[in-house]
């Protein structure tokens, strides 16, 4: 991993209310804290600031930029992480990666396990690994790269960058899994564009859409 270097950006909020915080975390920062007092800095630190009723529900890769939602009272952090369980919350996320990846329209289903000798690094098992779904969709195809909108199952850890990877086409700049020519981006080129839920006062329903900023 590189250098921890989170951007000096203020807060992008996109709603709020009593029970609910949605904002666009920026790439480069954080979810959570990290082990050590130089990986302190993160959205929820921040959110907590200007929030300090907020509380986690769910996470981005520090690399991965877009929309993520957090609880404001413990009701709506159960209510919202029963979603996520249950896989209820409906997430699309815009990539960019490297190659032509083809047909237009495809799922990826393989399981994964964290690689432990070389942590946080993700793997495919076959034999272990918990299940792991992506469907995707092609937006368009540029020099030796493809835009695709990615849509997970399921939610584990780096789902989307080892199945990209497996498919033989990593995630433009992704600095765990990327090589070479794919490496070579200004950043991750992961976007969390869209996320859909149900409101923990009411049950209804929202949708939170940020375009990716590439």
């Known amino acids: 991993m590189t250098d921890y270097a989170p951007p000096d950006t203020p807060l992008d909020v996109l709603h ?9 975390k920026p790439q480069g920062l954080l979810s959570v804290p990290g082990k050590g007092e130089h990986l302190a ?15 986690l529900v769910h ?26 369980e249950k896989r209820q919350v409906k997430k699309t996320y815009l990539a960019r990666v490297y190659g032509r990846l083809e047909p237009k ?12 000798p070389n942590r946080p690094r993700q793997m495919v098992c076959h034999e272990t690994g918990k299940p792991a779904v992506t469907d995707w969709r ?25 199945h990209m990877l497996a498919l033989g086409h990593p995630i433009l700049g992704d600095p765990l899994y990327a090589e070479g020519a794919a490496l070579e981006a200004e950043r ?12 923990p006062d009411g049950g209804a329903g929202l949708r939170f859409r940020v375009p990716a900023p590439f």
């Open 41 to 55: 800095d993160c959205l929820l630190t921040r959110l907590q600031e200007a929030f300090p009723t907020a509380l």
């Open 16 to 24: 709020e209310d009593h029970e609910i915080l949605v904002v666009n």
């Open 105 to 116: 329209t495809g799922t990826v289903d393989l399981p994964l396990i964290v690689d432990w």
């Open 188 to 199: 991750m080129m992961l976007h969390a564009e869209e996320l859909r839920l149900r409101h």
């Open 59 to 84: 996470r981005l890769d520090r690399d991965t930029s877009g929309v993520m939602v957090f609880a404001q009272t413990a009701h709506a952090q159960r209510h919202l992480g029963l979603q996520f």
């Open 138 to 162: 092609i937006q368009r195809y540029g020099i030796a790269e493809t835009r695709v909108r990615l849509m997970p199952q399921t939610g584990r850890s780096h789902q989307l960058r080892v």
